[in-house]
């Protein structure tokens, strides 16, 4: 089991630049594989990057070269660092972590890009 906690949700205009944090009850060390999805209103949870404990990653389409994922295993935290935001970035962003059959979730935070 692993408790997930996000911050640094916030509201920025468009251009702007965001840090996500998530932070592990425990060790992440050994955790395969851990990532950001986000949801935006009305629409499905989609996959944002995930990052394999060897230090590999892997970017949605939509954001792949403004977005990066990256994990401290001595700080148990995943952080997700977002710039040259768009207004369809705006979403619930949520971590993520798999551990054996089962992906754990957070509580999500709030990104609004708008001017």
């Known amino acids: 089991q692993v408790q997930l906690v996000e911050s640094g949700g916030d509201l920025v205009q468009p251009g702007g630049s965001l840090r996500l944090s998530c932070r592990a009850s425990r060790s992440i060390f050994s955790i395969s594989v851990m990532g950001w999805y986000r949801q935006a209103p009305g629409k499905q949870r989609e996959w944002v990057a995930t990052?394999?404990?060897?230090?590999?990653?892997n970017y949605a389409d939509s954001v792949k070269g403004r977005f990066t994922i990256s994990r401290d295993n001595a700080m148990n935290t995943v952080y997700l660092q977002m710039n040259n935001l768009k207004p369809e970035d705006t979403a619930v962003y949520y971590c993520?972590?798999?551990?054996?059959?089962?992906?754990?979730w957070g509580q999500g935070t709030q990104v609004t890009v708008s001017s």
């Open positions: 993520s972590a798999n551990l054996g059959n089962l992906r754990h």
């Open positions: 990052i394999t404990a060897g230090g590999g990653t």
